[in-house]
Each structure stands twice: as C-alpha cells, then as structure tokens.
C-alpha cells in the first residue's frame, strides 16, 4: 500500500545546510520552521512521546510528482525497509505539527519504540 503524501517534518541531519538535506534538495515546492508538541528529543537526532516537550524542525511539502522516490530514500536513511513503516532504530509516524500558517499533519521520523497514536 502506498504511502499517504504528507509533509514531512524533519529536525536533524535533513534540515537545509544539514549533511543528509540532499535527499530532500529539488523534491519539495516549499518549507516552512515547524514545531512538534508531545515530542523531545532524547539525544540529538532521536525524538521519542514526551508530552511537556517541543521538537523545533522544518515541514517540506514534498511535490507528489517526486514523493515516492524522496519518502524511499528517506526511509532507506533511517534504515527503514522498503514497504515498511519501522526498522530496527527508526519508526515512521504520523503527526501534527504547528507552523505559522496553522497546524498541519505530517510524517516524521521516531524512535522505533514509539506508538503510532499518543
């Protein structure tokens, strides 16, 4: 089953000037500062449920015509299998972020202990 197109909420390594930022560079139509409540990070690219906490990142709204192939390297980075939604460090979830222009829900990377739902 495909992946639902999402934004994708992002807080390490693929933020912009970031080293692994090239897996998203040209596949989005644009970016917004994000931040993730209910969320904390428990070392500095990990970010587990912590409801007292806020992850502060970046939303990429990722072009549909160029979706498939960034979600799949993106999860190939975080060692995510093809057609799977966790490995063995990472878990992908579903999450609602709030920006400027509201709230917005959006994908992002967890640790793999963490539930889909709070």
């Known amino acids: 089953m495909p992946v639902e197109q999402l934004p994708l909420f992002v807080f390490g390594t693929l933020r912009r000037g970031q080293c ?3 897996y998203l560079a040209g596949s989005y139509a ?3 500062p994000a931040r993730l409540p209910g969320f904390g990070k428990i070392d500095p690219l990990m970010i587990v449920r ?3 906490d806020v992850v502060v990142g970046e939303l990429y709204e990722v072009r549909p015509e160029a979706w498939a192939l960034t979600i799949a390297g993106c999860d190939d980075l975080e ?3 093809p057609g799977k939604s966790a490995g063995t460090s990472y878990r992908r979830i579903r999450v609602r972020v709030t ?3 509201g709230e917005h829900e959006a994908w ?3 640790h793999a202990s963490t539930s889909e739902s709070a």
Do not use: C, K, W
Request: proline fraction near 11%; glycine fraction near 6%.
């Open 79 to 81: 060692g995510i299998p």
């Open 50 to 52: 912590r409801p007292e």
């Open 20 to 22: 692994n930022h090239h």
């Open 108 to 110: 992002t990377y967890a």
């Open 99 to 101: 920006t400027s222009e």
């Open 30 to 32: 644009r970016m917004l």
